[in-house]
């Protein structure tokens, strides 16, 4: 059965290829709905010109199917636009 937990663990394991920073950690994915074995991601990425928004999301569909997604669909938004969260920002030291 597809969780949301089992979903969040999947996440944090894929990277953003220029921070080298899981995605979830990161604060890039701000809501997740699930339907039966359809996933929908709400998302942003770190800016509108993201070079590697669309790698990052293959990355996301293939872990999720692979833990039993039948279909994952995306939803890319950059309002409110991307900031690291306070946890992220604490690691960073800034």
């Not at 996933?39 to 070079?51: E, F, G, K, N, S």
């Amino acid at each position: 059965m597809l969780t949301k937990e089992r979903i969040i663990e999947e996440l944090e394991t894929i990277y953003d290829p220029e921070v080298h920073l899981d995605i979830w950690t990161m604060g890039l994915i701000y809501d997740i709905h699930i339907t039966d074995t359809v996933i929908h991601i709400v998302m942003t990425y770190t800016t509108p010109m993201c070079p590697a928004g669309p790698l990052i999301q293959d990355q996301i569909r293939d872990a999720l199917i692979s833990i039993g997604a039948s279909a994952v669909t995306f939803e890319v938004t950059f309002d409110p636009p991307w900031k690291p969260p306070e946890a992220l920002r604490a690691m960073m030291g800034i």
